[in-house]
Nanobody
Framework: QVQLVESGGGSVQAGGSLRLSCAAS????????MAWFRQAPGKEREGVAA????????ASADSVKGRFTISQDNAKNTVSLHMNSLKPEDTAMYYC????????????????????WGQGTQVTVSS
């Protein structure tokens, strides 16, 4: 079992920044795809960004490119999402997800690939 705990959500004005963190209790495989998803009320869960713990370039959704950056600290089993230039449309519940023993690949944004999820952390951006 892998437990994921998110932190760092909150309320911010448009143009502001937030940093989300996801701490994994452990990695049961050496290489995993770690991702951030978000879900706004009445909308489907959307992949935001993903990173492969084995290295390589991270992936991100077009809607956040140039504004959000995903990073990892493998020594601490932690993945972070640095969010800059936030917009009201970024308001959502943000979830950390882990696909243990899998690469990210082109299908990184498919929620069904991930077998572990955090409880979510709310991000609210006001105009």
């Amino acid at each position: 079992q892998v437990q994921l705990v998110e932190s760092g959500g909150g309320s911010v004005q448009a143009g502001g920044s937030l940093r989300l963190s996801c701490a994994a209790s452990r990695y049961t495989a050496s290489n995993n795809c770690m991702a951030w998803f978000r879900q706004a009320p009445g909308k489907e869960r959307e992949g935001v960004a993903a990173i492969y713990t084995g290295g390589g370039s991270p992936a991100s959704a077009d809607s956040v490119k140039g504004r959000f950056t995903i990073s990892q600290d493998n020594a601490k089993n932690t993945v972070s999402l640095h969010m800059n230039s936030l917009k009201p449309e970024d308001t959502a519940m943000y979830y950390c997800a882990a696909a243990i023993g899998q690469g990210c690949s082109f299908a990184w944004s498919l929620a069904k690939r991930y077998n572990y999820w955090g409880q979510g952390t709310q991000v609210t951006v006001s105009s």
